[in-house]
Each structure stands twice: as structure tokens, then as C-alpha cells.
């Protein structure tokens, strides 16, 4: 009795490992012909191993428990780089955890899918009686200088600022927009990049904004053409 005591005292008294918030953009592997699962470099998708992950689809209004498979992807030679693939049940486009103000339940989808604000202009989304705006604004036509900017009529952030380094093809992209942590307040899936070929999938939660902000980046997730 004595013994099984100490036991349950001492682990109780352990340190818990510590949980990394971590966001995994599901849609963002590569596909070949004979793939109709989507393949990431295995240094990327195996970050996802484990369970506790949380989803929702782009079109839904739900966040649910995910579980992510992840299995090495055989090799066609032998020096062919290593990937992995991640099997999705129940399917979803994006999940999270290690995030304690994202739960599960039902969430307030905006219905925005991957709008380009370099080619669609401004967009305009409601969050119960709040309203936001995100607009890019540039002087140059090849938006060397272009900034992504976030306001609600009384508050305004830069989400991003291209002049901060090189330009190549850049992209402006709103992936989703809602409210994921329940409070009231706009959550967004961006990808804005300065290259065409870098992609850094973010997730800014408002719950994460720091004073002077509305929203702040609770998590990232960069993939490559």
C-alpha cells in the first residue's frame, strides 16, 4: 500500500512533457500519379506524428478530433529523397494542437476560400456585428513594396510587409477566415510571401494578439513548390 502510494505521489510530482503548439496545413503536399494522397519531404510531414490534433474543413463550422497516420512513401530508386504521406480521418483541410484556446465544437466559418487580394482586391469580412477589412497596398507595380493590412474601423495591423527583402512573384493569399477560438473576434489562415515558390501557411489567432494588434500567430507551417 505504502509502495503504490509513493507511486502515484511520484508521478504526480513529474514534470508533463511540454506541448508544442503546432498548425498543419492538410491540402499543402504534392501529388503524382500514383498518389491520390498528398506527399510532403519528410522532414515537414513527420512533425505531424502523434496524436491530440483538432480539425475543420475550409467549408465547415466544426472543429473535431483528427487522427493524422503518417507513413513513409516508398521509394522508386534509391537515392530518391524521403517522403511521407498522412492519412485524414474524418477528412479535414487544416489542424491544430497544443493550442488551449482552440477546442473542439462548432466555430463561426466566414466562408472565405483562398481569396489573392493581388487579383480579387480587398476583403471584406463579418464577425457577428464586427467588421474587418484586409487590403494590400502598394505604389509599385511589381509589389516590391506591398503591405497586407488588417482593420476593424478602429484598429489597424500590418500582417505583412513585402519591403522588408527580395521580391519574386509574390502572393497575397486569405486561405480561410472565421472565428476558430470563439471569442468573438476574427481568426485567419493566411499565405503571404515575397517568393512564388515559398509558402508560409500562418494561423493568427486573436486570442494570440498582443497589445496594438488584433491578431497574433499562434502557429506556421512553411511548404515549397
Known sequence: MHTLLFLIVFAASQPKTACTPQFAPLRTGSYSGDSKIPFWPKEEGSQWQGGGWIG????????????????????????DHEYVTVEIAPDVTYAVRCMPSVRAGRIHNAGIANHELDFDGPLNIAIGKAHYV????????????AKVVLSNGRQTQVLYDAAEGFTDEPHFNIEWAGDLDRDGRLDLVVNLSRKYSLHPHRLLLSSRARAGQLVGEAGVFVSSD
Open 134 to 145: 484586409v487590403r494590400l497596398q502598394a505604389t509599385d507595380q511589381h509589389l516590391t513594396d
Open 56 to 79: 475543420w474543413n475550409i467549408s465547415g463550422d466544426s472543429l473535431e478530433p483528427v487522427r493524422l497516420t503518417v507513413k513513409n512513401r516508398p521509394k522508386e530508386e534509391n537515392d
